[in-house]
């Protein structure tokens, strides 16, 4: 499988500010995803991450908030806006490998946010 | 209806048994299935792929599926204490362009 790395991999933000994680994918992959995981819950789908178009953003996550990123088949950008203590939680990115209807996802190590 | 549904937990089981992990799912025509196992802290590592009713196994874990019924199971035998995570179920939704749905988790506790 993939290797994928995460940056940062924690961090403390006031409110009102914006952070941006960066995901790393040692290979090319066709498919990118942004997840949260907030304190407690399982894991949700914020947007499908796409190579050379707008980001394909899940019922309730809105590209003003949730700015994405892909430059290319190894690397991504999860932008968190104008952060507010609800936005604490666990971002993972992950990427789908294989054929279309087969695909299995791999998750990197995640970035734990926490906004005071 | 949740579109994917576990057991919370926690489910604890003595060492060496049989654990069994139930999931079941609202869209008739999802085609993929998988089980991910999450320690405290960590991300999702994924354990099992299903995507042809019956059972699949892989060493200590057999997956089952049956779509007729809509339920997924996975189960360990000869459950150690290192087994003891979250596991979480996932789906591709039909036409789902290999996006996950996960259900909530069910917490395994295995003890000595």
Redesign the interface.
């Known amino acids: 499988s993939a290797v994928i790395s995460q940056k940062p991999s924690r961090d403390i933000c006031q409110r009102g500010t914006s952070l941006t994680i960066q995901c790393q994918v040692d290979s090319q992959v066709t498919m990118m995803f942004w997840y949260r995981q907030q304190p407690g819950q399982s894991l949700t789908l914020i947007a499908t991450a796409n190579q050379g178009s707008e980001a394909t953003y899940e019922s309730g996550f809105v590209i003003d908030k949730f700015p994405i990123s892909r430059p290319n088949l190894t690397f991504s950008t999860l932008t968190v806006s104008n952060m507010s203590p609800e936005d604490s939680s666990i971002y993972l990115c992950s990427v789908g490998t294989g054929g279309s209807g087969t695909d299995t996802q791999y998750f990197g190590p995640g970035t734990r946010l926490t906004v005071l | 209806q949740k579109e994917v549904e576990q057991n919370s937990g926690p489910l604890s089981v003595p060492e060496g048994a049989i654990a069994s992990l139930n999931c079941t799912y609202s869209d008739r025509g999802s085609?993929?299935f998988?089980w991910?196992r999450q320690y405290s802290g960590?991300?999702?590592?994924?354990i099992m792929?299903i995507?042809s009713n019956g059972d699949k196994e892989d060493g200590r874990f057999t997956a089952q599926l049956n779509k007729a019924s809509q339920y997924v199971s996975l189960l360990i035998r000869d459950s150690q204490p290192s087994d003891s995570a979250t596991y979480?179920c996932?789906v591709?939704p039909p036409g789902g362009?290999?996006?996950?749905?996960?259900?909530?988790?069910t917490r395994l506790a295995v003890h000595p």
């Open positions: 085609q993929s998988f991910y960590k991300s999702p590592e994924l792929s995507y979480l996932a591709t362009y290999n996006k996950l749905i996960f259900g909530a988790g």
